[in-house]
């Protein structure tokens, strides 16, 4: 749509240049602006401006459409026509009104203070401007970053002074747009360097990067079956990408402290990088919790002083049911009347049943950390009934056994 008007827009100025052109040759000139040139001229050069602006605009719309680009690099190349235009435009003006040597001669007045202007950071601004849009190191759309900023963005306008990037990352860890508009003066671009995510960028939609997700894998995990869930998992998520680019996801591996380090590696959206990791961790993670010969690596801390089973994993010993003495058990209920007097009936009932069936369900005990003995956390009512009954033992879970936390 926006090609046609531009051939539209073409082909009306080229009528209005040639129809005014030949006018001012036969006599007709409405009115005279100067002493040599009519209005009628004026309204040919204005006209061949314009057609030659839309000229330059379909050339490079078409030399970019043939090698596959974006419509970011038509537009910072129509920033710099349009500049072009303006000045033609001035001096088609001066022609017509018999000024051109007076503005020469102004020129030649004021070019020492332009040199010195040159020095200054709006001249060296526009001039990286220039140079960025005929060098096209990055465009409109691409993502960059300017590593001794601290900044990474993407490149929503480029005009003469500024640089407005759309901020990636920021108050946020994750490389996606914020929304949060930053100006970079363009004589800062001299002394900067740009990093492009996306300079071999050839469509809207093909900006790819390598990209790299990491699983720590427990050590006795199949390796085989770690590496097809991985694989087929990536395969899953960039299947689109995979048929672009021609590469496919693999996988490297090394040792860590608590197993083994897995990275997939994988062509990527340098765009969508966030929302592409996310669905791949996503799904493997699922595919590993779900496969019994791989697990996830948990990092934990225990007390070497209490041996080796400190060694162990929490839930292992979180679980362990042992035979205690009803003496090493504390509770301050069983040492409350009003406790006793509220439950007495509940508890000769519990006692019946323990005595008839035995004790289905261990108290709940904690290990003290100034001695050997252990403080009940659940089961009250049972403890005492097996008292009554002369237990000298009783099954117990202890959590923490060890008297410190086991860390995952």
């Known amino acids: ?26 006599g007709i000139a409405l009115f005279m602006l100067s002493e040599s040139y009519s209005f009628m001229y004026f309204l040919f050069i204005v006209s061949a401006c314009f057609a030659g602006y839309f000229g330059l605009i379909l050339l490079t719309t078409l030399k970019v459409q043939l090698k596959q680009g974006n419509d970011g690099e038509v537009k910072m190349l129509g920033g710099l026509y349009k500049v072009l235009f303006f000045f033609a435009l001035l001096m088609g003006l ?28 709006p001249v060296s601004g526009f001039a990286a401007w220039v140079m960025v849009i005929m060098m096209r190191p990055y465009k409109l759309g691409d993502r960059i970053q ?26 946020i860890g994750s490389e996606e747009p914020v929304g949060r508009m930053i100006h970079v003066p363009n004589a800062m671009l001299f002394a900067q360097v740009a990093i492009n995510y996306t300079y071999k960028q050839q469509k809207e939609s ?53 197993g083994t380090l897995f ?21 493997a993670t699922k595919e590993i919790q779900k496969n019994k010969n791989v697990d996830l690596a948990i990092p934990y801390v225990y007390s070497f002083k209490r041996g080796y089973d400190g060694a162990s994993t929490a839930s292992k010993h979180s679980e362990t049911i042992e035979e205690l003495g009803v003496d090493s058990i504390q509770c301050e209920k069983l040492e409350d009347e009003n406790f006793w007097k509220e439950n007495e009936n509940e508890i000769y009932e519990i006692a019946k049943n323990i005595n008839e069936m035995g004790l289905l369900q261990p108290v709940i005990v904690v290990r003290n950390m100034d001695d050997d003995n252990y403080t009940l956390l659940f089961g009250e009512k049972r403890l005492k009934a097996c008292i009554l009954l002369g237990w000298e033992k009783i099954p117990a879970i202890i959590r923490n056994k060890y008297g410190a936390e086991i860390y995952k």
């Open 206 to 258: 093909g900006s790819y990067i390598l990209d790299e997700a990491v699983f720590r894998i427990t050590l006795d995990s199949d390796w085989d079956t770690v590496e097809k869930v991985l694989l087929n998992t990536a395969r899953e998520v960039t299947k689109n990408i995979i048929e672009e680019t021609g590469t496919e996801p693999y996988v490297r591996a090394d040792t860590w402290e608590y």
């Open 94 to 121: 001066m022609l017509v009104l018999g000024k051109i040597q007076s503005f020469g001669a102004f020129f030649s007045m004021f070019g020492g203070m332009l040199l010195g202007w040159s020095l200054q950071a």
């Open 1 to 26: 749509m926006k090609l046609t008007r531009k051939i539209i827009g073409l082909i009306i100025c080229l009528i209005i240049a040639i129809i005014s052109y030949m006018l001012d040759n036969i």
């Open 146 to 171: 300017f590593p001794s900023l601290g900044l990474i963005g993407d490149v929503v306008k480029f005009s003469p002074m500024y640089l407005t990037l759309n901020q990636v990352g920021g108050t």
């Open 263 to 283: 990275r997939l590696r994988y062509m990527t959206d340098a765009t969508d990088r966030p929302r592409i990791m996310y669905e791949i961790v996503k799904r």
